[in-house]
């Protein structure tokens, strides 16, 4: 049971939480707790860092944030004992959760578990610190932001849990934005890739990489709300889910930024040329079109960014202007990129034609497309986002009655 | 170099002890630094362990308090590395600073100093988070409210320092509190034993243990301001202090309450006899006085406990009443106990005349009396406090001039 910072965000949370995992107990479960700091309190770490130093030592950025998940796990276990059940808190370097020495989005390596076994074999509740582990020298690392999502992924598959439950501030994962398409269904099930397309593209709902580490591990996941009594989503394998969906799931991202190359040289080497320069200074580029060339000399070459890189990535390519030898370089940040997610796809032809004829119905012109196994990508321009993703929503009769 | 709560209370303090810190590495100092947890963060921590629950499991009590130290400690060592000083952070752990198992007020046993020694040679300031260490299994212990100043002389003790740097919100021992005595003096120096007697007497400015530990590893400890740059009171053993004053300072503690049996009876084992439930309760009895019996079978009985304890004391004593046999039990707590301390007085007598004639000169009425070699304690009405404590202080020639 894995409970975010807005789930422990004070005392009576902290009350309600326990509540919550004595009912588990109760019912005769093992249980281990994974906590997040309590909300705010890494920002406000975080922002001292960076108060001190911009570029700060992340090692003692590590000591210092880990500090948010050592103060809430104390406080459960507190708080499970008052209720009679028998708990303990454990901080990283105590399981010990070895990770690599990556500081500051460290990876879990192994966690043991003999110890922790001989104490659920007791009944003793395990509260865990999320977000922090310990890396080979024995100092204090963390996992990046989100990163209990991660640790709670992890103890799940050390212990072979038979289900990791993720309890946070929404009750599971929607078909789309429920703040755009009023008549967004929460999905029972999901797929792992389902669900790593949608992390990715958007929906902030878990970390990336626990997903990652769940579908790995073969972990069932359950996204649910830490306020209502009720199911939420659960995240499965493909063959879990009987009834396979043509498409799943409606996201958008705005963090986009496109940069569009005129008439570079249409020769062998030229995308390297273009894209080596952007991943030396750490700029991620997302999708990328190449036209067919009109001339047979040159090509345009469009793909986009992510905002906080635009700025950068026009830096980069202006610098190799005389390398590259393009014309003009035309950028525009007012995009959104809107996705169709589903692993039914994979099967079934005309899910991309469906895509092109709802957009184009209302009107909407279609910037950029890319495709991957089990989704469809569109780049269209901002102002259509929420009529786009209606739209689609609709198309693909995922709309409630 | 050891910093209180005041003196790392926000981002600017650290920056400022940093600086402070630098300079002594710049004067070719090896130094390590101990820190304390940002002023009211620990109260903050506490409270939420009380709210959960008032009694609740020491160890996980540790667990929770212990990370604001971990905080400042990552922070100390951002902010050295920010101005060019090889440092790192130290969690008790890390070290390890290894204590009993009394969580909550546990004592350090050892503290192995060859890793340290080996950064101190390549010039790294060690950077530890005070009030913590490491119990024999493995799970975070505290010292006690305070303990950082325990801490740090532990460390210093530890790596054989020369010197013992407390820095905190005043500048130094004073021969009794300025608030009360315009003409109080700042010491240069004390002796261990003053300034054990100084700080059970209510001088807040180390915390016991602390001077306990210094003058057991004969560590020359330093009280100053971490916010004027000027040498403060040095606690050193007596050798080193050549001339002697009779008295060194005047303290006072209004945390006193007077407990009066009357007519108990005077034969052996009644003294046990009152104290042995009070002990079992945990009350503290300070200052005892027994007058000589009068008509040889009974005699009354007076104590002082602590007002914390008052409530407590008197509730022990009438539920023996029938055991102990007493007629009246009377209690007063409008009282305060003022001392005059110091080791010169073991080598010169009349100094307890001059204390009563001083005070009977104004016409404060003694309750009770206590010695001790190097101190002698009165207990008066507390409305007297101020006006005994300034007749005290010239009485001795302490007002400065």
Known sequence: ?????TSVANIERIKAVAQRVKREVDAGNEVAVVVSAMSGVTNQLVDWCKELAPLHDAREYDVVVASGEQVTCGLMAIALQELGVDARSWLGWQVPIKTDDAHGKARILDIPREDLDRRFAKGQVAVFAGFQGVGSDNRVTTLGRGGSDTSAVAVAAAIGADRC?????????YTTDPRIVAKARKLDKITYEE????ASLG??????????????????????????????????????IMEKE?????????????????????????AAGIFGPLADANVNVDMIVQNISEDGK???????VSKGDFARAKQVLEGSRSVLDF??????????????IGVGMRSHAGIAQRMF???????????VISTSEIKISVLVAEEYTELAVRALHTAYGLDSE
Do not use: W
């Open 1 to 5: 049971m894995k409970f975010g910072g």
């Open 195 to 198: 669900m790593l397309e949608m």
């Open 246 to 270: 043509l498409v799943s799931g409606i996201a958008y991202s705005r963090d986009e930024a496109k940069i569009t190359l005129t008439r570079v040289a249409d020769k062998p080497g030229v």
């Open 298 to 304: 040159t090509t345009d070459m469009t793909f986009t």
């Open 203 to 240: 929906a902030k709902v878990l970390q990336i990489r626990s997903v990652e580490m769940a579908m790995k591990h073969r972990v069932r996941l359950q996204v649910l709300s830490s306020f209502e009594d009720k199911p939420g989503t659960m995240v499965v394998d493909e063959e879990e």
């Open 327 to 340: 014309q003009d370089l035309i950028s525009d940040s007012n995009v959104v990129k809107v996705s169709v």
């Open 165 to 173: 439950d993720i309890f946070t501030d929404v009750d599971g994962v």
């Open 357 to 367: 004829k709802a957009l184009a119905e209302k009107g909407i012109n279609i910037q």
